[in-house]
């Protein structure tokens, strides 16, 4: 049975990452926000289930659709949306972007935009923990899409031929931008795919916070205690299109509507209440809080200055002095 | 001093390192104890380093390098090999987007203190997927390093360079290279990225030349002393970064340039090497820039067919007398 506090800072985190993303898709509504947005609205049990098992020393790896992963992670909400608004006070100095979020100090190792791509760069991490002695554990982040490619294979063989600390986190939600997944694989469960590796593959309910929450927690466990990789689907849907311009004409009306109704959010909080883990007020609190955090990281972004021009040229090489002509 | 090989030098650099420095791991196919390397580098590491540290891959070279980016900025320095550098092209992404990039687009938060070895080159009768020179794509890619050994003490000290250094570092070594012999110190040595040696002096022509094209210009150098033209040789040693002084000084000093790359002439190395002369250094130019390089066609099998399509030294003398008269 997980405690009341962590299940109610689970809430929180799931609250904070959909009022953040409500006020991306805003703020891009007022073209305040430069490129283009993958918002995670409808995705936050997966994240907030799988991270909440994660030590702050542990590792994640994350995709284009990042943002909820690293508010899960524990980033910080100002310096994340300076960074959505190209400023300088972003993570990545406004170089990286919505697309390229990462916070190495707390173990987030970075969003790639190159779908699969993080997987064998989550294998490496959890190399580095084998190597280095140490029991940290990698969280590798990717979309069923991303199942598709060379990588995943190379990527989760690797990781289990070698036993390394890994948990892969497979976020299902249904579509690779605009193509259903029935068109581009045979089979309905990506968790099938770990048989090929000899790793466990579990498929759970990726909008059921507490069922994403114990698949990770086993996973976890596992790759801690050296025993290799896990492969964890989870059946998600994202809210809205596949990025700013995407109105997602290609999902049916009421398969939407289905899945809107699943909403993780209310129905965590409904489970909570029903288990007594929070009230009505507490939850409007918790949303006044969350509102002004994102309120708060907003306030931080806009006032913080973008980069000058020039820094363009800054952070291209780590600069040595065993090396001239730079 | 002492006498020994590239493919020796190469593999004292890395016992060192992995003596020096318990992160230092190598990966890759066939690298271990049942092999040692389909070039025989890592021979003999396995036995002495443990599997774990001298670690056989299966045949995936995305991952290969991907798992090195990973263990790169998570506190370790992974040397990874990809046995024929023509497959590098399976790994582009990894090596492109992610090695090289990570740095950058992260805002200068994380090193990537990752070395990619591999070998290069045709002339061994291997074909098309196995001996083009693809420096010019490494070159071409912001965030990486691009080393360019052509004599063991070359190999060694820049291959140390590479593993201590915090950027990622594309590191080619040339197959007919590997059984040349030359000097190298018995003491611990480096070489630094982005210093061009000069591996011959002269007065009349510069040739710039890239690893087994630096043996080629210098026998080249030698006949043409016979002739009475004085040819200096500038191996650059590094691609990124490029010591431009040292080239366009000894281009300043000849007023000509002959420019040997093994790879092939469109969009390649010999083309940036000339656009900087050319932009830099045309007013003391007494004649125009000469490339010697591969045709623009795939390495072909057959040994006459592909000994046509190499750069060789009748080639370079021949670019050189046009230059010169």
């Given at each position: ?155 989760v ?7 390394l600390?890994?948990v ?117 609190e ?39 002509g730079? | ?11 004292e ?53 991907g ?13 990874a ?7 590098s ?59 360019v ?22 590191f ?21 990225f ?40 500038v ?7 490029l ?52 045709p623009?066609?795939p ?27």
């Open positions: 049975m997980v405690e009341k506090t962590k299940l109610i800072e689970m809430y929180r985190l799931m609250l904070q990452i959909r009022f953040f993303e409500e006020k991306v898709f805003e703020l891009y509504g007022k073209n305040l926000v430069p490129g283009t947005i993958h918002l995670y609205a409808g995705e936050e049990a997966v994240a907030v289930g799988v991270c909440a098992n994660l030590r702050r020393d542990d590792y994640i790896t994350s995709t284009h659709r990042g943002h909820g992963h690293c508010i899960a992670k524990g980033a910080d909400l100002g310096k994340v949306m300076a960074e959505i608004l190209g400023k300088k006070t972003g993570y990545c100095k406004g170089k990286g972007g919505s697309m390229h979020i990462a916070d190495f100090s707390m173990g987030m190792l970075g969003a790639t935009a190159v779908v699969g791509a993080g997987i064998p760069v989550a294998a490496g991490a959890g190399l580095s923990t084998k190597l280095r002695g140490t029991d940290q554990v990698v969280a590798c982040f990717f979309g069923e899409g991303a199942s598709n490619q060379g990588t995943f294979h190379e990527g063989n690797m990781a289990a031929i070698w036993r600390p890994v892969f986190v497979c976020e299902n939600n249904l579509y690779a931008m605009g193509t259903r997944q029935s068109l581009v694989m045979t089979i309905e469960n990506i968790a099938d795919r770990a048989v090929a590796y000899g790793i466990p593959g579990v498929t759970v309910d990726g909008n059921d916070i507490l069922a994403v929450y114990e698949a990770a927690s086993k996973a976890v466990n596992r790759a801690r205690r050296g025993l290799g990789p896990t492969l964890i689907e989870c059946k998600t849907y994202r809210q809205k299109g596949h990025s700013r311009f995407d109105p997602a004409a290609y999902r049916p009306k009421n398969e939407v509507e289905e899945w809107l109704k699943r909403d993780p959010i209310p129905r965590f909080k409904s489970k909570l209440i029903e288990m007594s883990a929070l009230t009505e007020e507490e939850d409007e918790l949303r006044r809080e969350a509102a002004a955090a994102v309120e708060g990281a907003v306030k931080f972004a806009m006032e913080s200055p973008f980069p000058e021009p020039e820094e363009a040229l800054e952070d291209v090489y780590v600069q040595e002095e065993s090396v001239s730079r | 001093m002492k006498e020994t090989t590239v493919r020796d030098a190469l593999r650099a890395l016992r060192e390192e992995m003596k020096r420095d318990k992160t230092v791991f190598l990966l890759g196919e066939d690298i271990g104890r049942h092999w040692g390397g389909a070039f025989g580098v890592t021979k003999g590491l396995a036995e002495e380093f443990g599997d774990e540290r001298v670690r056989d891959t299966p045949i995936s070279e995305s991952a290969i390098i798992v090195g980016v990973g263990a790169a900025i998570t506190d370790m320095r992974p040397v090999e990809i046995m024929f550098g023509d497959l092209a399976l790994a582009m992404d990894q090596i492109c987007n992610q090695a090289a990039k990570i740095r950058y687009m992260f805002g200068g938060q994380v090193k990537v203190p990752l070395v990619i070895r591999t070998p290069f080159g045709a002339g061994v009768n291997i074909a098309s997927h196995h001996s083009q020179s693809l420096e010019a794509w490494f070159m071409h890619t912001p965030g990486l390093y691009v080393a050994p052509s004599t063991p003490y070359d190999a060694k000290g820049l291959l140390k360079t590479a593993i201590r250094g915090d950027n990622p570092v594309f080619v070594e040339h197959k007919l290279l590997y059984p040349v012999k030359g000097m190298i110190p018995e003491e611990d040595y480096t070489v630094p982005g210093v061009a040696d000069v591996k011959r002096e002269g007065e009349d022509v510069t040739i710039f030349a890239t690893l087994y094209m630096v043996d080629k210009a210098l026998a080249a150098a030698e006949k043409l002393k016979k002739e009475g033209v004085s040819a200096e040789v191996d650059p040693r590094t691609l990124s970064p010591d431009k002084s040292t080239i366009l000084k000894s281009v300043k000093k000849t007023g000509r340039i002959v420019i040997v790359t093994e790879d092939c002439k469109t969009g390649g190395v010999s083309a940036e090497i000339a656009a900087i002369v050319a932009e830099e250094a045309l007013d003391y130019l007494d004649a125009p820039i000469k490339r010697v390089a591969e623009d066609t390495i072909p099998f057959s040994p006459p067919l592909e000994q046509f399509v190499i750069p060789d030294e009748k080639s370079i003398i021949k670019a050189v007398k046009e230059t010169v008269h």
